[in-house]
């Protein structure tokens, strides 16, 4: 099975859609079109956390991605949480995230309490979760993203 990265970055822009595509080139991504799926983890599937992507493939094809975005205007702070939990090391597993205009201890307890009751819901013995969280200051003036993202593999042709 392949690798699952997950990569997180932030950053400030003079429009709400130029601080998005910054803080997606911040977690080396902004080249691609993002395809979005919901949160499940697939058993025998690797999950890497990595910070910033590397390499994924040509410019314009497509990733796979499990997304937590947020964006405000300044004054303000962004904050952006992944989390995830598996059925041990290999098994299946969710992703779940949080964003919007708050502290990093705030999306993060969103995220938890969300893996909690995904947990709830399925027939799997879940160990501890983990997560990442992406916070950012936006000044006046300025729009503010914070993105983390679960890439699923490599980048895929969009033609």
């Given at each position: 099975?392949?690798?699952i990265r997950?990569?997180?970055?932030?950053a400030s822009a003079p429009t709400e859609m130029?601080?998005?595509d910054a803080a997606l080139a911040a977690a080396g991504?902004?080249?691609?079109n993002l395809v979005p799926v919901s949160s499940v983890i697939p058993e025998d599937a690797e999950v890497r956390a990595v910070g910033t992507a590397p390499d994924l493939g040509p410019v314009g094809e497509k990733l796979t991605v499990v997304e937590a975005r947020a964006t405000v205007a300044g004054p303000g702070r962004a904050s952006a949480a992944l989390g995830w939990v598996r059925e041990g090391e290999?098994?299946?597993g969710l992703f779940y995230e949080a964003a919007g205009e708050a502290d990093a201890d705030d999306v993060r307890r969103r995220v938890r309490e969300g893996l909690e009751a995904g947990g709830d819901l399925r027939e799997w013995d879940l160990g501890e979760p983990d997560d990442r969280v992406e916070t950012a200051s936006a000044e006046s003036g300025t729009y503010t993203s914070a993105v983390v993202l679960a890439i699923y593999g490599e980048s895929e042709p969009i033609l």
């Open positions: 099975m392949g690798t997950i990569v997180r970055g932030s130029a601080a998005y991504i902004c080249n691609y290999t098994g299946p």
